[in-house]
């Protein structure tokens, strides 16, 4: 492979704010819910980089054939590998594709293939676009991209801020994660945040039904969160993390009282010592990461009655689609109280709709 920007590169990020910036110079374009990637094509040659700077290539067959008959001969693009199912994104489905078994990675492509939705272009042919403004990268990608079809997409984009806060409210329906805002004199700066991202931001009510201990020693590293569903069980949902270390210590005594005879009757008891099946499809307590084999995610039971109030953006199926974050103790709620009807619905809106630009 030899290409004027080559392998590999930390992809541009993006940095939160609350609201869509407005203004002169402003692009907008939705944020895709699936694995970052930036794609170089040199001939037959594809390699699929993440975000980690670990490729993706052998876990997505499908979308390398797609790269080699859609994109330019010499190319690398920035965008987004995602899973369509239905009217919406499938990020668990996606999640899946991350598999060490080679038949299972071949089978899968085929029973739940990938999507490439190409947002910014970083070369073509001898030319490097990294010091080219956003503005004119986004033309020569339309321009360089205009025969794309289906598995193949070029993000829809607009430079009208209030169509972007209707695609804020809209698109999240279709299992998109919200917005990016883009400035058209910017440059593509790898692994710095200059763009800006408005993600949605919900609070929730969960029940505290376990823990696990930090990395670094006895202290707490994630919360096990539930909520109960229709038929009073107790469903784990995610895990909230990223506290101050100082807080982790605490913690171990805030929840010591909780501790005892905890697994005694636990919804969860079952999970104690649970492990994924043989194509991992199971994401339980006690489960292996299927993205670090090595890590430890055995967990602590606690009794199924401290409630916590959390932030979180949006649920995939009935899981937190990312970690919830530490609002604070609800000692007026019930850990029965706590169930999905809560939960906000996102408008509906049909995937194919934001495809198609």
């Not at 590169?9 to 944020?31: H, I, S």
């Not at 972007?164 to 917005?179: I, M, T, Y």
């Not at 993205?291 to 401290?306: I, Q, T, Y």
């Amino acid at each position: 492979m030899d290409l004027p920007v080559m392998p590999p590169v930390k992809p541009m990020l993006a940095k939160p704010a609350a609201a869509l910036p407005t203004g002169e110079g402003w692009f907008y374009e939705p944020k895709w819910d699936g694995f970052r990637c930036i794609v170089f094509r040199d001939g037959d040659e594809v390699e699929l980089g993440s975000r980690n700077e670990r490729p993706l290539t052998r876990y997505f067959p499908d979308v390398a054939e797609a790269v080699k008959a859609q994109l330019p001969e010499r190319c690398v693009v920035d965008g987004e590998i995602v899973v369509p199912r239905g009217d919406r994104l499938d990020f668990e489905s996606l999640l899946q594709r991350i598999h060490p078994a080679a038949s299972r990675v071949t089978k899968l492509a085929t029973e739940t293939p990938a999507s490439f939705v190409a947002f910014d272009l970083l070369a073509i042919g001898d030319e490097s676009l990294l010091e080219t403004p956003y503005a004119e990268r986004q033309a020569r990608l339309r321009e360089a991209l205009a025969g794309a079809k289906a598995p193949v997409y070029v993000s829809t984009v607009t430079q009208d801020a209030e169509v972007g806060q209707r695609w804020f409210a809209e698109f999240e329906g279709a299992g998109l994660d919200g917005v990016i805002a883009k400035r058209g004199d910017q440059v593509y700066a790898p692994d710095q945040r200059l763009m800006t991202k408005v993600k949605h931001v919900r609070t929730a009510d969960c029940v505290v039904a376990g823990f696990r201990w930090h990395k670094s020693g006895p202290v707490v590293g994630s919360l096990l969160l539930g909520l109960y569903d229709d038929a009073g069980s107790l469903q784990h949902i995610g895990v909230a993390a990223s506290f101050p270390m100082k807080r982790r210590a605490e913690l171990v005594d805030e929840l010591t009282p909780y501790r005892a005879e905890a697994l005694d009757g636990h919804p969860w008891q079952d999970w104690a010592n649970a492990q994924t099946d043989a194509d991992g499809e199971h994401r339980m307590p006690g489960a292996t990461s299927r993205w670090n084999a090595g890590k430890d995610l055995s967990w602590v039971p606690l009794r199924p009655e401290l409630v916590v109030e959390i932030r979180y953006d949006q649920l995939e199926g009935s899981r937190l689609r990312h970690t919830g974050q530490f609002q604070r103790w609800r000692p007026d709620r019930e850990a029965r109280s706590c169930t999905y009807d809560q939960l906000e619905v996102p408008v509906k809106y049909d995937l194919a709709e934001v495809l198609g630009g």
